[in-house]
């Protein structure tokens, strides 16, 4: 599985940004998929996953919480994924990953196997 992350870019806080990845291959909509973020000398974090079909989703639950805010979807007839992000704020700048892995839903980075590129988010006050 090829993933392509892109959608990223410089917006002020309050505003939205709506982000995407394609994923290429022929089992591709069978994979769980997952957005992480990393900023600037941090680790990377787990922002939201979505199972297979696109029934089931999670969020992170950290301290500056995306929940309520991010929304996470896919389009298997289409291979892609995307993640809106709404009331953007400072602390959401970080490179955002796309992700995807064979079998249950995970919020752990390391058990994904397949990576997108990252795209910037710059959220300024």
């Known amino acids: 599985v090829q993933l392509q992350a892109c959608g990223g870019g410089l917006v002020q806080a309050g505003d939205s940004l709506k982000l995407s990845c394609a994923a290429s291959?022929?089992?591709?909509?069978?994979?769980?998929m997952g957005w992480f973020r990393q900023a600037p000398g941090k680790d990377r974090d787990f922002v939201a996953a979505?199972?297979?079909?696109?029934?089931?989703?999670?969020?992170?639950d950290y301290a500056n919480s995306v929940k309520g805010r991010f929304t996470i979807s896919r389009d298997n007839a289409k291979n892609t994924m995307t993640l809106q992000m709404n009331s953007l704020k400072p602390e959401d700048t970080a490179v955002y990953y796309c992700?995807?892995?064979?079998?249950?839903?995970?919020?752990?980075?390391?058990?994904?196997?397949?990576w997108g590129q990252g795209t910037l988010v710059t959220v300024s006050s």
């Open positions: 291959g022929r089992t591709a909509s069978t994979y769980v």
């Open positions: 992700a995807a892995r064979a079998g249950p839903t995970s919020r752990v980075a390391s058990e994904y196997a397949y």
């Open positions: 979505t199972s297979w079909s696109g029934r089931n989703t999670y969020y992170a």
